[in-house]
């Protein structure tokens, strides 16, 4: 079975850092281009960043470039954000989604989310 | 920063035709942006309907279909029922890597 599960998230207090991981199982994790998406609870879909499939392209949304640092290991089939001077802003659930980019895969994969709370 | 609009609110009858659409506030929506559609219900992750455009989700129902209609990517749903009522999003390439999502539609069937 095809999934991803995020991990990670939690209570953490305003200008520090966290680092959230997502494990994928069950497909060719190398076929998919990556990407973490966020939502405050009750509003709608952010995209946050993404990472090709060998980790040599990177983009962040304007909201957290240079704040935010999207990373991935094939070997270990894992896709990692670390996340510095968090902001109250941030709050929210992270979503872990991945994207078939080759020919011997197809559609798309969503985790069930990890909640990040920033907060004093 | 380029905003991508959607409908905030839509209704259809149950069995009847809807479009949603999206957009872009500068610009076209094309095939060559890649354009998602995914539905969300309260305490779920969202669900992938629309890849790249037209491409239906496995498991998908084929009421679900995806276009471009003139500027913009559209998401149509013939002969809606119930269990459609939800909030739609799309998502829209912007090129060199990013992405961006639409506000969102909520959808009631009634």
Not at chain 1, 32 to 49: D, I, N, S, Y
Not at chain 1, 76 to 103: G, P
Not at chain 2, 62 to 70: E, V
Request: aromatic share 10%; proline share 4%.
């Amino acid at each position: 079975e095809m999934q991803l599960v995020e991990s990670g998230g939690g209570l953490v207090q305003p200008g520090r850092s966290l680092r959230l991981s997502c494990a994928a199982s069950g497909f060719s994790f190398d076929d998919f281009a990556m990407h973490w998406v966020r939502q405050v609870p009750g509003k709608g879909l952010e995209w946050v960043t993404g990472i090709n499939w060998n980790g040599d392209t990177k983009g962040y949304a304007d909201s957290v470039e240079g704040r935010f640092t999207i990373s991935r290991d094939n070997a270990k089939n894992s896709l990692y954000l670390e996340m510095t001077s968090l902001r109250v802003e941030d709050t929210a659930f992270f979503y872990c989604w991945a994207v078939c980019v080759s020919t011997t895969c197809s559609g798309d994969l969503w985790g069930q989310g990890t909640l990040v709370t920033v907060s004093s | 920063q380029t905003v991508v609009t959607q409908e905030p609110s839509l209704s259809v009858s149950p069995g009847g035709t809807v479009t949603l659409t999206c957009g872009l506030s500068s610009g076209s929506v094309s095939s060559s942006d890649h354009p998602g559609w995914f539905q969300q219900t309260p305490g779920q992750p969202p669900r992938t309907l629309i890849f790249s455009t037209r491409t239906r989700s496995s498991g998908v129902p084929d009421r679900f279909s995806g276009s471009i209609l003139g500027n913009k990517a559209a998401l149509t749903i013939t002969g809606a029922q119930a269990e459609d009522e939800s909030v739609y999003f799309c998502v829209v390439s912007m090129g060199s890597g990013t992405w961006v999502f639409g506000g969102g539609t909520r959808l009631t069937v009634l």
